[in-house]
T-cell receptor, first 117, second 111 residues
Framework: DAMVIQNPRYQVTQFGKPVTLSCSQTLNHNVMYWYQQKSSQAPKLLFHYYDKDFNNEADTPDNFQSRRPNTSFCFLDIRSPGLGDAAMYLC????????????????FGPGTRLTVL | GQQLNQSPQSMFIQEGEDVSMNCTSSSIFNTWLWYKQDPGEGPVLLIALYKAGELTSNGRLTAQFGITRKDSFLNISASIPSDVGIYFCAGLNSGNTPLVFGKGTRLSVIA
């Protein structure tokens, strides 16, 4: 089945120790998104890639970076995790963006729960 | 930025009852999406709406795109225990604009 895969599902890191979260997709979608979701809150968009074009949200801290080496993979790098970065990180994809059609529907992966000690 | 008001925040219902939740906005959206999120999992898309006034069903779920384009509701008929979870509405506009989420409705079903 076509899907969005996130690895690992659970990640524990130490305060200040860089960590990388991984997302892959078999949907061949152009757009890949990274969201942060804290307990009992809605997902918050960090940034997205449209193909190789990186789009950062204005309020995303510099501590968060992303790489998309090819269509299928996208990585979230947290350079110096703080206690406040503990959250669920969700990857999502859509075929397109900006229109009004099913091509803009976003499909989410299962998430990676990050714990910072 | 745009905000969505989703209500109710939480609901406790008996198995077999019908459920209704809604989202309102002060500005219009071109697309409304409804997601369900189980604990420890990512949101799963339930229903997508593209036209004002559109009414769409997916099994026991029915959602409508408000005629003013500023609201949407989701109904669940004959609830079952596996309906438990958090339901999010989300609005989307044209252009390079992000998906705007409501704060979610937490549904609990009592068997």
């Amino acid at each position: 089945d076509a899907m969005v895969i996130q690895n690992p599902r659970y990640q524990v890191t130490q305060f200040g120790k860089p960590v990388t979260l991984s997302c892959s997709q078999t949907l061949n979608h152009n757009v890949m998104y990274w969201y942060q979701q804290k307990s009992s809150q809605a997902p918050k968009l960090l940034f997205h890639y449209y193909d190789k074009d990186f789009n950062n949200e204005a309020d995303t801290p510099d501590n968060f970076q992303s790489r998309r080496p090819n269509t299928s993979f996208c990585f979230l790098d947290i350079r110096s995790p703080g206690l406040g970065d503990a959250a669920m990180y969700l990857c999502a994809t859509s075929r397109e963006r900006g229109g009004v059609s099913s091509y803009n529907e976003q499909f989410f992966g299962p998430g990676t729960r990050l714990t910072v000690l | 930025g745009q905000q969505l008001n989703q209500s109710p925040q939480s609901m406790f219902i008996q198995e077999g009852e019908d459920v209704s939740m809604n989202c309102t906005s002060s500005s219009i959206f071109n697309t409304w999406l409804w997601y369900k999120q189980d604990p420890g999992e990512g949101p799963v898309l339930l229903i997508a709406l593209y036209k004002a006034g559109e009414l769409t069903s997916n099994g026991r779920l029915t959602a409508q795109f408000g005629i003013t384009r500023k609201d949407s509701f989701l109904n669940i008929s004959a609830s079952i225990p596996s309906d438990v979870g958090i339901y999010f509405c989300a609005g989307l506009n044209s252009g390079n604009t992000p998906l705007v989420f409501g704060k979610g409705t937490r549904l609990s079903v009592i068997a």
